[in-house]
């Protein structure tokens, strides 16, 4: 137990500031802005001493809390943190406080509420992260939508609702046969333990002995991972799930998209390494190949549609998909440098597209337009701009120096590590990796997104900053603001920081990574010799055997 | 043999003679008052006398046994329900203040009826012989029906009395029916010596036995709006006085619920299989056809009637998989649902003046940039009947789609959850227009009167408490519903 209740501190400290403002008089627009980028600020440095804190070689969870709330059915207040959860949370953090300055300007509509929103997201996204029981991380993962739900529909562009009701519907339909597969799993753990069990560490349990009835047979698993799996990938978003995406990133105020972004579509990656994944790692090495190809598909097909929107925005949208599939197949190759790459991954998309987001909406605030003919030779007029945007670009490109050369490679070289392991002899190959030449194709391909990634990023960008100033209006466009400059420092430091010193980064997550790895592979080597094949009747038996009937109950 | 007044246990059914009482007493000041002064008195008198009635519930809740020589229970069970029922009557009663001021009229025999209904329904929960359900269901129905006809210049109010009242005669018609046969083919009203006939197997017609059983199940499929008979429902909720409906979709469904339970598992526990899979199918129906037609609703008062079949829908999937693991989901489900519901109500009460009630949803857009409270309640509300954390509702699903899986049915989960998949799109529309559409024109919103700001604040109280610290409640629920056993 710690002295000071870091931890929830960090959760709390957004809901109090929504609290507060919820209280204040709307039209104290300025103070109700300024307070919110004050709580914020607080908050990311209340989290300093979670980073500070964090013994990396430690396995276990840390910042540990535990509070009994519902007993009766299991449900505790548990929070805590492990490497891979502690980035993501520094990750959020850290975008809060500049996501919340992003608004000065250019949320007029109705600013008390908006903030109140971002408060409340904050909190869940932060609960989500730190989340160690089952019903808390469950009881957040939705909480996170209402905000979300209010900031695209309210405070979006022209088609907002039917963007926001698709992010909505899409997100819950996905959320709701996640919830009727925890309570299988729920009902399970019940038996094994004897006791209502909804902590996340212990549940893990439940995979490793298949051949013991009451734990989770290949076959139950496969349909409670693929309930899980399409909860997670609808957020990821994973092809062919994706197309929520661009309608609400498009949508929604520059503020949402990038929490969208950055911190909402993590939670689907998260929800993979945090739970679908170590909860049924058979069922995940079963289904593996399949979520390469899925990733590898997304990689080229996010690329090859970035590149030919004429909206700058729907073309970050877009490259999200891409950059998203990376994160997925490196999380397929279960090994360090992969899994690491993974993660390190999910927090340099949030940096380079957050930023993105940001640059697009301050282009956006200048011109009312996204569209990329609307522009042309701004780097004259903005030069200030020009070089933010660059560094960004290249960022978001994967250039050696910049942080998402060291995710991308990373990712790669764990696949291409697992892909070629039997043709060189590198030792065993990671649980449910696509083998042989399959697998190499897949690698290659997903190689060649890199290229893809150069090619749509730097075109618009030549034709948004370079060549002759084609339109009057943007003559006279002013360059950054000095506020506009703080927003966009902390991202810029941290984009060279991670791109040239990634080592504490990855020390941090090095021993969850492992463990995770570890914990998959060796399961999955336990339950061999595993049959790939489906038993559909046998799940469905095992899943529907009642085990009270009424006729007993009654007297 | 002699038998004593104090072997009646007048004592236990104080809460019951304190609402009838108040109920007599509202009627009286109708008589004695001059018509302008007893305006507030009889709001206030009701809410004295289920104030009263709250207490001594409380007071004898760890007391239990059967009064009247066994015609009437009570047991926590009850006591449990009586409370949901009584805080429901409550609220609908700081509802109706605020609504009957604001049409100027504050008729006595309004609350007079309220509160016959509600004893009604408090009879209803510990109902132990089949006569006593009867009348007990008779009393609620019949406050209810005037009530719903309260509007009586209302041309849309009338017809719903009517057709609540015709509907409702033909489904007292059957289970009365049904009391019949099980009685001819038993030879006892009581519950327990129904289930120990059965037991001895002294059962001279088993055919007219199962039919009975069948019939008492059709009448309380009416009383909950299951389909196929929920016909009744969305006209008479459209055409009843916001709080009236508020009334009917909470307190009818409460009660109804909680003799379903005491009958069909004290009485008819031994048949389940007989009609355990005629509920299943009654509860798929239901949920899907509540759900699907919801989404097409311009009228607010509609859309939830039809989104209240679904939740009763969502109840009598307790009653397929056994109460022991169910029956508490049902109590506390019982309870979420009063206070989401009322909230609902409570804000729509607010914002109706005269004749409109402002019952459409596009008459709604907008209005969180007037009224930005009233639109957060209903927001909240909203949210928690589809569902979503941190909200009553959400625990109370989570706990009663749990207990299903806990019995082994998992198809009717899968059901059931994209059934409020469905939900969604039509709670988060009353939301988008809220919230996210322009003000539309010339609708004119009241405030809350500081009655029904009352009512509408303890819903929200009630809505944020049990989805935030549910544990009491649900402790409560649990050790209730082992006192059927």
Redesign the interface.
Known sequence: MYIVPWLTLVIALPLGGALVVALLDRTEDKLIKGLGVTFLTIEFFISIPLWTGFNPASPALQFVEYHPWIESIGAHYHVGIDGISLLLIMLTTFLGPVVMLSIWNAVEKSAKEFVVCLLLLQTAMIGTFAAANLFLFYVFWELMLIPMYLIIGVWGGPRRIYATVKFFLYTMFGSLLMLVAIFVVYKTAARTFGAPMLEIARLYELSFDAGNAAFLGLSTQSLLFLAFALAFAVKVPMFPFHTWLPDAHVEAPTAGSVILAAVLLKMGTYGFVRLAMPLFPQAWATFAPMIAVLAVIGIIYGALVAMVQPDIKKLVAYSSVSHLGFVMLGLVTLNAMGVQGSVLQMVNHGLSTGALFLIVGMIYERRHTRMIADFGGIARVMPIFTVFFMIVTLSSIGLPGTNGFIGEFLVLLGAYREAFARFFDLGPAAAGFPGGYFGVTLVVLATTGVIFGAVYMLWMFQRVMFGPVTHEENKNLRDLSLREIIVLLPILGMIFMIGLYPTPFLRAMETSVDRLNQHMNSSVAASAPASPALHGDVAVAALGAPDSSLGEDAP | MTTSLSQYRFDWVMPEIVVCAAAFLVLLTGVYSRHKRSRPIAGWLTLGGLGIAIAWTWYLRGVGGDAFFGAYRVDAFATFVKFAILIGAAITTLLSMDYWQNRAVQAPEYYALLLFATVGMMLLTGANDLMTVFLAIEIMSFSVYILVASRRDDQSATEAAMKCFMLGAFSSGVLVYGLALVYGATGTLLLKDI?AAHAAAAITEPLLFKIGMGMILVGFIFKVAGVPFHMWAPDVYQGAPAPVTGLMAVGVKAAAFAAAIRVF??AF??Q??DW?PVIWWVAVLTILVGNFLAITQDNLKRMLAYSSIAHAGYLLIGLT?????SGSAILFYLVAYTFMNLGAFGVLTAVSRGDDELENIPQWAGIA?KH?ALAAVMALCM?SLAG???TAG?FAK??L??SA???????I??IA??G??VS??YY?RV??VM???EPAGDAVFGGLSNPARVGVLASVAGILYLGL???GL??WA?SAIHTL?
Do not use: C, H, N
């Open positions: 289930a598992s004290v526990g031994a389940a299989v355990q998989t056994g109460y022991k693991v940039q930005p949210f979503i954390p941190p959400f989570f706990y789609f749990y899986i806990q019995a082994g049915d998992v198809l989960v899968l959850v994209l409020s998949l969604l799109y988060l939301i988008v919230y996210m559409q610290w549910p544990r649900l402790a649990e056993f």
